[in-house]
């Protein structure tokens, strides 16, 4: 079964940039790959997904113009490139298989560790 495993967060100030990992193991990369993020408390949203077969890629409103999803088929990996941060963007970041196409993304029942994001001055 394919693992997927985040990797790339940290702590910025605002304003800064942040890449993201995604990376496969034990398998391909599904064809739909989303992120997700979640602040405590709060449940778990959508925040972009790409579709590996269509090249389909979705973004959440409050991400448009700032957060970029890409795939590198060679290393098994989708990137979450995050550019001008905002204190809003704090949360840990998932990815999961999901279906995605340019209007949506689906849900996932399975989670890895994620990946903390935190911007903060």
């Known amino acids: 079964q394919v693992k997927l495993v985040e990797s790339g967060g940290g702590l910025v100030q605002p304003g800064s940039s942040l890449r993201l990992s995604c990376a496969a193991s034990g398998g391909t990369l599904p064809y739909g790959i989303g992120w997700f993020r979640q602040v405590a408390g709060n449940e778990r949203s959508a925040v972009s997904c790409?579709?590996?077969?269509?090249?389909?890629?979705y973004y959440t409103d409050s991400v448009k113009g700032r957060f970029t999803i890409s795939v590198d088929n060679a290393k098994n990996t989708v990137y979450l490139q995050m550019d001008s941060l905002e204190s809003e963007d704090t949360a840990v970041y998932y990815c999961a298989a999901v279906p995605c196409d340019f209007q949506g993304m689906g849900v996932s029942h399975v989670w890895g560790q994620g990946t903390q994001v935190t911007v903060s001055s």
């Open positions: 790409i579709n590996r077969a269509s090249r389909h890629t």
